[in-house]
């Protein structure tokens, strides 16, 4: 199963909280803990999950590995990290997205569609930007194959859990 998953924690050149975003595969979340750990560029200390997807499908594709490599052409899938800012809301607001695509540039329009069909108050003065657009291709040594058919889709829960 494919996880994204919000890690926070501390670093020492930070005076907050900072984030990543991790992409592994397991059969559970709590199978991927080491991974994250592992995986996590500040302080062990105090390294948390804010926030996760498990991710079956992503619109009309089930999410499949292998350890071949998709053919050419075929649709890849692709983590958006939205960004914006809102009137009177100190920061940069932020929208995660996984979408299905041909290329970077098909999934970054896909991703603009969907953000201001959904962010709060989108106007004219709301700075809207693709931050990150990644491909996710290869996992632990296997290749992310996007297969039509049903799927249970996106399961996605914000949590607090200590991963130290």
Not at 83 to 100: K, Q, S
Request: charged share 20%; net charge negative; hydrophobic share 40%.
């Amino acid at each position: 199963m494919l996880f994204v998953v919000m890690l926070g924690g501390k670093h020492p050149k930070a005076t907050i909280e900072v984030h990543d975003v991790q992409f592994v595969v397991a059969e559970r979340l709590e199978s991927a803990y080491a991974q994250l750990r592992e995986a996590w560029f500040g302080s062990p200390a105090g390294l948390h999950i804010d926030s996760w997807m498990q991710v079956d499908g992503v619109e009309q594709y089930k999410v499949e590995f292998s350890p071949l490599a998709p053919g050419p052409g075929a649709p890849r899938l692709y983590f958006l990290n939205l960004g914006g800012y809102e009137a009177a809301t100190f920061g940069e607001a932020h929208r995660y997205l996984l979408v299905v695509a041909r290329d970077k540039t098909e999934a970054k329009a896909k991703g603009k569609r969907q953000m201001l069909a959904h962010w709060h108050k989108a106007h004219t003065d709301a700075l809207l930007d693709v931050d990150d657009c990644l491909p996710i291709d290869l996992l632990q040594g296997r290749y992310v194959h996007l297969v039509p058919g049903p799927h249970q889709g996106i399961e996605q829960r914000n949590d607090y859990i200590i991963l130290n």
